[in-house]
């Protein structure tokens, strides 16, 4: 092949690769625009300049936000809160999706309609009254008050993709272990678990990143300033140096950052289970 | 006859005898379940039971309160203009999502899909990235983009005009409710960007073959062909946009919180504002039953609605 290399063919995959580039920048502009701000002075954000790169990086405003957004006690916190809950979601999702898939008895399609209303009905419609029903046994305040309603309110998305992928598992896997003599609560960590693994990997990520992001549950039910969680340090220094957008800016970069690096470090597994979600309809 | 059973509705056949007795373990059946159940319940079930009974109190939240039937509900169905202007928004938002958004969204997936595996990968995992941050994080960033004195927005369209641009977005009325609905698009279009990358996935390579060799070209095989085959996606994929626009809450209420005026107001965040900063925690309850009655009720409709078609197609 010697034609000219901008045949109309190739013509079209530049515009098309240009047109895909232009809309990545324009997606991610944002985010390298608050990036850059957050490594100047605030006076600098209100010049007139279109965008400017700071003349000398303020790494300062990364200290002060750190410090003064309490980022590590908060980070601390929300890794307790998240680590607890996806555990706990990814285990009972796991068992309850075994349960109804794989095991004869009559209610199964109604529990699993049952778990699969979870995920129609909005959280913000407990706000209320479970204000008042976790004050009842002294949970408001507590880390506990956000794990229950984080495990209940993620278990219904986990249970399907899990449950949509034990359809898959030939049932032989059972029956030769029971064979074997083998009881359920070996059979199913060390037989189906491992099975189910990629869907059980993809309800967790996306639990932890629901669970993480999370922020009217912890406003509603923490008041104490030490247990808040991290999104809350963006919103505590918006009260406290409302004018200090440059701080604020360097706030959010190291708010947003954990939950980058746990996306590109799992995209693939995301993107599966997206997958996996929309086939399965 | 040792063969497995092909699946059955979803569900595993258990026919044969001799296992039965293992798949049918009434105890490890409770004990898998119902630990699970329980936390739904009492962090889903009771509280929405509470919420009917608060309901139908005039509680401000502290102190005595009286019982005073449905009169909540019969107020907020009668003489409340912000919950319907809440709901009509929301029916906005949806209508945004479904159509606007989604055939963005499909029309670049469509892109992605003629690019070899590992671009379409790059490309996508770019245009996920606003979908894995907080919302808080979502909410300052374009709540300083959208900023009327130092917004990069506004310096930006300052370039083409004379005068510096100085709008509000966020307050403005003519421009709060777009510019809420545009910040909650642009965190969602990255899932509407994968279900649909997904979907056209798994299309038979055949499919568009079989359309080329009868002769017709791409939009024709596009609308004709490619759009009826992914119709029982498409329309899971419209079920779960009516149901996270129905629970868009925090964007809102972080950004413009209802404002100005009842403008951009969503129920979600009227029932909690009613409850915890005008003190009418009752009235704040029966919102939140009319609200799950519209929300459960509204998706199983689309549900409904969708599957008749589906089985007249």
Redesign the interface.
């Known amino acids: 092949m010697t034609g000219p290399w901008l045949s109309s063919k190739n013509l079209g995959k530049v515009v098309?690769g240009a047109?895909?580039i232009v809309?990545?920048l324009l997606?991610?502009f944002?985010?390298v625009?608050?990036f850059n701000y957050s490594l100047q002075k605030t006076g600098d954000?209100?010049g007139?300049?279109?965008?400017s790169l700071p003349a000398v990086p303020q790494w300062n405003n990364y200290v002060r936000a750190f410090v003064d957004g309490k980022i590590l006690q908060s980070s601390i916190n929300s890794v307790f809160i998240v680590v607890t809950s996806v555990a706990a979601t990814s285990v009972?999702?796991f068992?309850?999706a075994?349960?109804?898939?794989?095991?004869?008895?009559k209610l199964?399609?109604v529990?699993l309609g049952?778990?699969s209303?979870?995920?129609?009905?909005?959280?913000?419609?407990?706000?209320?009254?479970?204000f008042?029903?976790f004050g009842m046994f002294g949970m408001l305040d507590t880390h506990l008050s956000l794990i229950?309603?984080y495990?209940?309110?993620q278990?219904s998305f986990s249970?399907l993709v899990i449950a949509a992928q034990l359809?898959?598992v030939?049932?032989?896997m059972?029956?030769s272990a029971?064979m074997d003599g083998a009881k359920?609560r070996s059979i199913l960590p060390k037989i189906i678990a491992p099975m189910a693994a990629p869907s059980i990997v993809t309800a967790m990520i996306s639990t932890f990143?629901a669970d993480?992001?999370e922020?009217?549950m912890a406003n509603?039910y923490l008041a104490t300033d030490d247990k808040r969680t991290?999104?809350?340090s963006?919103?505590r220094f918006?009260g406290v140096y409302a004018s200090d957008?440059a701080v604020?800016?360097a706030c959010?970069v190291l708010?947003?950052i954990p939950?980058?690096i746990?996306?590109?470090l799992f995209?693939k597994w995301?993107?599966a289970g997206?997958?996996a979600g929309?086939?399965k309809? | 006859m040792?063969e497995?059973?092909p699946?059955s509705g979803?569900?595993?056949s258990?026919e044969r005898v001799p296992?039965?007795r293992?798949?049918?373990?009434?105890p490890?059946?409770a004990?898998?379940?119902v630990?699970?159940?329980l936390?739904?319940v009492?962090?889903?079930i009771?509280?929405?039971?509470?919420?009917v009974y608060?309901s139908l109190t005039n509680w401000s939240g502290i102190g005595d309160f009286q019982w005073v039937g449905f009169a909540n509900y019969v107020e907020i169905l009668t003489a409340d203009p912000t919950f319907w202007r809440s709901l009509a928004n929301v029916g906005i938002l949806i209508l945004v999502t479904v159509f606007l958004q989604n055939t963005a969204a499909f029309a670049?997936a469509a892109?992605?899909a003629?690019?070899t595996p590992r671009w379409s990968?790059f490309?996508?995992?770019?245009?996920?990235?606003?979908a894995?941050?907080?919302?808080?994080?979502i909410t300052?960033?374009?709540g300083?983009?959208m900023n009327p004195?130092?917004g990069?927005l506004n310096?930006?369209l300052s370039?083409f005009t004379t005068d510096p641009v100085t709008t509000s977005w966020l307050g403005k009325p003519a421009t709060a409710l777009g510019s809420v609905v545009w910040i909650i698009v642009w965190q969602g279009f990255g899932?509407a960007l994968?279900?649909f990358y997904?979907?056209l996935?798994?299309l038979p390579v055949e499919l568009e073959e079989a359309a080329k060799i009868d002769g017709a070209g791409r939009w024709m095989t596009y609308t004709r062909v490619i759009l009826p085959y992914l119709f029982?996606?498409i329309?899971?994929?419209i079920v779960i946009d009516v149901?996270s626009s129905?629970?868009q809450?925090?964007i809102i209420?972080?950004s413009t919180g209802g404002g100005p005026g009842d403008l951009t107001q969503f129920t979600?965040v009227y029932?909690?504002q009613k409850?915890?900063v005008a003190s009418q925690?009752g009235y704040?309850?029966g919102l939140?039953?009319l609200?799950?009655v519209v929300?459960?009720g509204l998706?199983l409709l689309v549900q409904r609605i969708f599957r008749t078609e589906g089985e007249l197609a």
């Open positions: 098309l047109f895909l809309l990545a997606q991610l944002p985010l625009w608050v954000l209100f007139s300049a279109f965008f009972l999702a068992c309850i075994y349960a109804c898939t794989r095991m004869s008895w199964r399609k529990v049952f778990v209303l979870g995920m129609v009905i909005p959280i913000h419609v407990t706000l209320l009254p479970n008042i029903w229950i309603p495990v209940a309110f278990i249970t359809q898959s030939p049932l032989a059972e029956e029971f359920y990143l993480w992001n922020f009217i509603t991290l999104p809350f963006i919103i918006q957008y604020q800016f959010m708010v947003a939950a980058l746990i996306f590109f995209s995301i993107m997206v997958s929309a086939v309809g | 040792a497995t059973k699946l979803g569900f595993v258990l296992m039965k293992l798949f049918n373990n009434r490890v059946i004990a898998l379940v630990p699970g159940l936390i739904m009492f962090a889903m009771i509280p929405i039971g509470f919420s608060y670049l892109l992605l003629r690019l990968r490309f996508r995992t770019i245009y996920f990235i606003p894995v941050l907080s919302v808080v994080v300052a960033l374009w300083n983009i004195t130092f990069i310096k930006f370039l899932w994968l279900f997904s979907a996935m798994t029982p996606v329309s899971a994929i149901i129905l629970k809450m925090e209420f972080l979600a029932l909690y409850a915890f925690y704040g309850n939140s039953i609200f799950v929300a459960v998706t």
